[in-house]
DNA sequence: ATCCGGCAAATGTACGGACATTTTTTCCTG
DNA sequence: CAGGAAAAAATGTCCGTACATTTGCCGGAT
């Protein structure tokens, strides 16, 4: 889906300040680099943590934090006497969104970075509305953007249809990259109370393709999230299309009583 | 994956070592199991890494170490000058999921059949140990074929990976065209405890494609599944693989108490 | 050629220290 | 009493050391 772009605009966004992330976080960046530009190929060796200590000049309690980064990314495995293995390609397959509650929504995002490309009101045709299972021809706050990780590597596109009620938030929007739901709340007193999620593979349009950097017609998996207050009144839709193989929904569900 | 047919089959089974576990895990443990009892209620602050140390007469290399596995775990979250506060404990969390999703596994299973195409014993290459997430070349009673629905209409593939403990729940499959956990559950006295869903989007095999009448090359929506103990140990892995974009996965999150 | 044992290499655990950064508390002044 | 500054408290980063455990390689024996 392509929200239109809108006839009217509110100021850009500004970047936060940014200082420099400590030793252990650029080491980690850089190997990731080189990981994904293949100089470390799946199933290669990373150099052993003696060797990056002098090549970073770092000590060893430094390259282990930048190691266990990567290995929380998914991107290597460590074995005690066999080094660090590269696994697996792909910086998005770290993007690992772990699921569980709305509380954990707002972590994902808080984790990611929302960068606005259109916001205005949009009437749903019928495509649209199957989409999102909102009335066709219904009127709705449109954003579209793409979410991106720390590094600013894509992680997928994120489009909203907030409901006219709550419109107003657009207006902080630009200052605000992080989830939208809460702003919501704390602008109109909503509260969510629930959220219905519908995970679906489809082809990954051309147009979506482009922004993440990714090949068109291949699989996406599609995270549909529909926000509702406690009287069931639909306060936004999201949708998350994540490009490829390379992202994984998890999910860790427990028992907590005999059966 | 196709799973070879079986030339025959027996029970294996390799008792592992048990090791006590490093003093970093156990802090973390008796400080979750602390959390979990209320002893620090949400909100509330942890000790101090100082007063921890004194308190497990351990380092303060050590004490962060399980302050790292219990914010890794969402139970906890620090910040530099302010001390660690307890955010959400985890056993909540899991009373969300249990509404929706054991017993939601066990619903889907109810209402579909499982067709058995091959059963028998698979050692796993290293692209089949990738894509369970299981150790290369560890052997386990391999379990394929198509779940389908009322109508006899092919719903997904459904390919299992079953611990060699239970491999003798493979006699009972032929009667059973269900979920197979609660067999194992039955059979051997052990509770799953745990299950770690994985859903991504894949390209459709042709093999997969034509057992399910859909086209190869597609989209297809593969969940996996993986079965824990309380201990940690796994008793099956399973993946689900769903065609096109006619399957969505559903879920409703709910919130259990004011944010 | 194969197998086994020993040793070196490599990561995992855990101790210690120091300084930086952020938050909270305390103290002082108007 | 309120506000601001300074000090103390608490976590984050990064250095070092030592020993434990596991893996892989090499050489010798069969």
Known sequence: MRVPRAVSRTAESQPAA????????????????EILAGLYPVGSLLPTEAALGRRFAASRHTVREALRLLREEGLVASRR???????SPGEEEGAVQQVMSINDLLAFARESRLEIEAVGVVALDADAARRVELPEGSRWLGVS?????????????????????????????PRHAGPIFPLIEDLYGERIAE????IRAVPLAAADAASLGAAAGGAALEVRRTYRTAAGKVVQVTINTHPGERFAHRTTLRRLRPA
């Open 18 to 33: 940014v200082e420099a992330p400590p030793r252990y976080r650029r080491i980690a960046a850089q190997l990731k680099e």
């Open 145 to 173: 953007g793409v979410r991106r990780g720390r590094e600013g590597a894509a992680l997928c596109r994120a489009d909203y249809w907030i409901h006219l009620d709550y419109a107003a938030v657009a207006r902080l929007l």
């Open 81 to 87: 006497g066999a080094g660090t293995r590269v696994v």
């Open 195 to 198: 959220v219905e999620q519908a």
